[in-house]
């Protein structure tokens, strides 16, 4: 074998533990969805319970999110993740072993601080240890993990899922341990990156890394990169500097597009649809989680078409396409709950067709170019601050919309819109009521036509577009839909 194709699969390996990160990431958010309706079965959670134990894991990415940066250049990327993975392994153990409702919420904190640190330092690991031309593909691999994450707990939560045993939601939280163990293992044996050791005076460790992993010709002309790149770092600026005029824009840009990607509710269908789909009519937990294992392999294969399409349709294109699609699903599956009389048990089929094209839309668009776009319309020297606003904010509405909407979908229903079905315990037919998700839906959808409103000003077309070109127009003061 010859060491070029020696480094490359060096590479892949790396990549692929790496990204383990980003398969627990992803693992951890979804894996709510197939437990909750067997916690609200054991334990007797009321409405705003449900949503406290699902919003918890987002406070503590919100809390992990915080301090990854500062972290992460103190000790090393690599010691960093290997932390994390332990973090995630007592996370899993803990909540799977939970005695008490909110001793469940707190171990959901604990992981949500693995999820908000890995969201930081695998992406960061991945980008400075890979070779120079396949460093974009490397990267948007994290983000295929994290949907392969999702569908992954969605299929472990089926395997677990057991009707005469409302406690089985136990085992869909211990398996999370078995992907942090390699996570952990793996980690042990993958090096430290080129960008870190350089950083801390160890240019000949730096040097030996990308011998293994970059192309021999480019070598040098990395390492120069790396110290030009460390020496415009110390110029950075602070959170002070974003509020300028100069600055004020991206900032807004970064911030909205957060808000319109987590406000057309998306994590309402990541953590709720086996919920959702109970509602629609799918007899037992055990149904509606097989449904819900669709919306994860059809979110799994339409970010890979996503991969492709950015580069080539461009993203502002992309971002109408999207959006648009968005809002006829949303408002569509608000009609369709309205008329749940008249479709009766085709309510159903119809309702897990419309959340799987809701699902194709929003993977093609706002999935991936949420944090696509933030990472373009920043200069360098306040990428690092100006990113970090924008992944706060994506986890501040996150926590939102996902402690809001069983509120929201209760608010919302009207006198005779309850959902109503007729279920047996302890031998006796008992009447249950769930609240009608329609009114919510229908006003996620006025939130994408805001979306698309705010997008005609404030989207910028940055394919194709030198960083330095983005800089400049900033400066110039010129409107985003001029770039």
């Known amino acids: 074998?010859?060491?070029?194709?020696?480094?490359?699969?060096?590479?892949?390996?790396?990549?692929?533990?790496?990204?383990?990160?980003?398969?627990?990431?992803?693992?951890?958010?979804?894996?709510?969805?197939?437990?909750?309706?067997?916690?609200?079965?054991?334990?007797?959670?009321?409405?705003?319970?449900?949503?406290?134990?699902?919003?918890?894991?987002?406070?503590?990415?919100?809390?992990?999110?915080?301090?990854?940066?500062?972290?992460?250049?103190?000790?090393?990327?690599?010691?960093?993740?290997?932390?994390?993975?332990?973090?995630?392994?007592?996370?899993?153990?803990?909540?799977?072993?939970?005695?008490?409702?909110?001793?469940?919420?707190?171990?959901?904190?604990?992981?949500?601080?693995?999820?908000?640190?890995?969201?930081?330092?695998?992406?960061?690991?991945?980008?400075?240890?890979?070779?120079?031309?396949?460093?974009?593909?490397?990267?948007?691999?994290?983000?295929?993990?994290?949907t392969i994450g999702i569908v992954a707990s969605y299929f472990s939560d089926l395997a677990f899922a057991d009707e005469s045993n409302p406690y089985s939601w136990r085992w869909m939280f211990y398996v999370g341990v078995f992907p942090a163990i390699v996570l952990f293992i793996g980690m042990i044996f993958?090096?430290?990156?080129?960008?870190?050791?350089?950083?801390?005076?160890?240019?000949?460790?730096?040097?030996?890394?990308?011998?293994?992993?970059?192309?021999?010709?480019?070598?040098?002309?990395?390492?120069?990169?790396?110290?030009?790149?460390?020496?415009?770092?110390?110029?950075?600026?602070?959170?002070?500097?974003?509020?300028?005029?100069?600055?004020?824009?991206?900032?807004?840009?970064?911030?909205?597009?957060?808000?319109?990607q987590q406000f057309v509710g998306i994590n309402t269908v990541i953590y709720y649809a086996p919920t959702l789909f109970l509602i629609a009519g799918f007899e037992g937990a055990r149904a509606a989680i097989a449904a819900t294992v669709s919306v994860g392999i059809v979110n799994v294969l339409s970010t890979v078409v996503s991969m492709f399409l950015i580069d080539k349709i461009g993203r502002r294109k992309l971002y109408f396409i999207g959006v648009t699609g968005i809002m006829i699903s949303l408002a569509a599956l608000g009609m369709f709950f309205f008329m749940k009389d008249s479709l009766g048990e085709n309510l159903r089929f119809v309702i897990v067709g419309t959340v799987l094209i809701y699902i194709v839309f929003f993977a093609i668009s706002l999935g991936p170019l949420g944090w696509l776009i933030i990472s373009e319309i920043f200069p360098l020297k306040i990428r690092g601050v100006g990113m970090s606003v924008g992944a706060l904010s994506n986890w501040f509405f996150n926590g939102i919309v996902a402690f809001t909407f069983l509120k929201l979908a209760w608010l919302f229903t009207g006198d005779g819109m309850e959902i109503t079905k007729t279920v047996i315990k302890d031998g006796k037919e008992v009447i249950e009521r769930d609240p009608n998700p329609a009114g919510a839906f229908l006003l996620y959808a006025c939130i994408a036509v805001i979306g698309i409103i705010w997008g005609l000003k404030y989207i910028p077309e940055t394919k194709g577009i030198e960083l330095e070109k983005i800089e400049e127009h900033w400066r110039q003061g010129k409107a985003p839909n001029e770039l």
Do not use: C
């Open 190 to 260: 993958l090096p430290e990156t080129p960008r870190f050791l350089i950083g801390k005076g160890k240019d000949d460790e730096g040097r030996r890394v990308l011998e293994k992993v970059e192309d021999p010709a480019l070598v040098d002309s990395a390492i120069a990169k790396i110290k030009e790149e460390i020496a415009m770092d110390k110029e950075s600026v602070g959170f002070g500097e974003l509020f300028s005029k100069t600055w004020r824009i991206p900032l807004m840009i970064a911030i909205g597009i957060m808000f319109v």
């Open 1 to 146: 074998m010859s060491e070029g194709k020696q480094n490359k699969a060096l590479v892949i390996v790396i990549a692929a533990i790496a990204s383990t990160g980003g398969l627990l990431f992803g693992f951890d958010t979804g894996v709510i969805s197939g437990a909750l309706p067997f916690l609200k079965e054991s334990w007797g959670l009321t409405t705003n319970e449900q949503e406290l134990v699902t919003t918890a894991v987002l406070v503590g990415a919100v809390l992990g999110a915080l301090g990854s940066g500062r972290i992460t250049d103190i000790v090393g990327r690599k010691k960093v993740i290997l932390v994390t993975s332990l973090i995630f392994a007592l996370g899993s153990i803990l909540t799977g072993a939970a005695p008490t409702m909110w001793f469940l919420a707190i171990s959901r904190v604990v992981l949500g601080i693995a999820i908000g640190i890995s969201s930081f330092a695998v992406p960061l690991y991945i980008s400075e240890i890979s070779p120079v031309k396949a460093r974009g593909a490397l990267v948007s691999s994290f983000q295929l993990m994290i």
